[in-house]
């Protein structure tokens, strides 16, 4: 992604935002992580949502857990119509966790939950267009579902969609051509089985090693250590202290 977001077409994951049990913590764990800084939270009855920025460019969103949920990084992929992905969704097997709401006068969002167990959300735009600084540090560059049931999963993400897949073993899912996210089988790599299939956010970063180092430092874990992708770069996969899991990569 090097586009401005409202060159992406429906279909595209153009928006990543934290829901944590701790927001104050979440946001300074991010801020000194990542050099963010956070717009002001929205008043209480509108949910507390704050931005986060890189320079002058949003980046992502975080706000406090909905009701039984649990710390996470959640990915919106961009919706020209909530309603209609919505049917879409419960014809193609999905359950709608969260009804198409209007958001002010930001956008609309939904929350899915794919066939195989997976979360996954939709933004239809307003005033909020998404993100508006990809694949730099610190941004949102990929999101990857782990998925115990690919074929399903392929099935599911085609219909609601679009999206087609490349590759064996590790597939990316493409639109019109382009490459916009990846699929991992679960079982091939064998998770354990209390690891439910999940959405996992990647932000590029300078140096993914001492990303790793400093969540640390800053009370987080370490779930992955980095490795090569070969021919690409390096990533981690790690958990904010609040539980909230996500992944840094460097080429």
């Not at 990915?75 to 709608?96: I, K, L, M, N, P």
Request: glycine content about 12%; proline content about 7%.
């Amino acid at each position: 992604m090097a586009d401005t977001p409202t060159t992406y077409p429906p279909g595209t994951p153009i928006w990543v935002d934290l829901s944590t049990s701790d927001v104050d913590a979440g946001r300074h764990f991010y801020e000194e992580l990542f050099g963010w800084t956070s717009d002001e939270p929205a008043p209480p009855e509108y949910g507390g949502y704050a931005m986060f920025r890189q320079g002058d460019k949003l980046v992502a969103g975080s706000g406090p857990l909905m009701e039984g949920g649990h710390p996470a990084w959640n990915t919106y992929v961009r919706s020209s119509d909530a309603v209609a992905t919505a049917q879409t969704v419960r014809d193609a097997g999905g359950e709608v966790v969260v009804e198409p709401m209007q958001v002010m006068d930001a956008g609309t969002m939904a929350v899915f939950k794919d066939p195989t167990g997976a979360y996954i959300s939709i933004w239809q735009d307003g005033t909020h267009k998404g993100a508006e600084l990809f694949n730099e540090p610190v941004s949102l560059s990929w999101s990857e579902l782990g998925t115990r049931d690919v074929e399903a999963a392929k099935r599911f993400y085609d219909t609601v969609f679009g999206w087609t897949t490349k590759g064996e073993g590790y597939l990316e899912w493409q639109l019109d051509g382009r490459s916009i996210g990846g699929c991992n089988d679960m079982n091939a790599m064998g998770m354990p089985e209390q690891v439910p299939p999940h959405w996992l956010v990647y932000f590029t970063v300078n140096n993914c090693d001492q990303t790793a180092d400093r969540v640390k430092e800053l009370g987080g874990t370490v779930n992955m250590p980095a490795r090569d992708i070969p021919g690409m770069g390096r990533f981690t996969v790690v958990a904010d202290p609040q539980g909230a899991v996500f992944a840094a990569f460097s080429s």
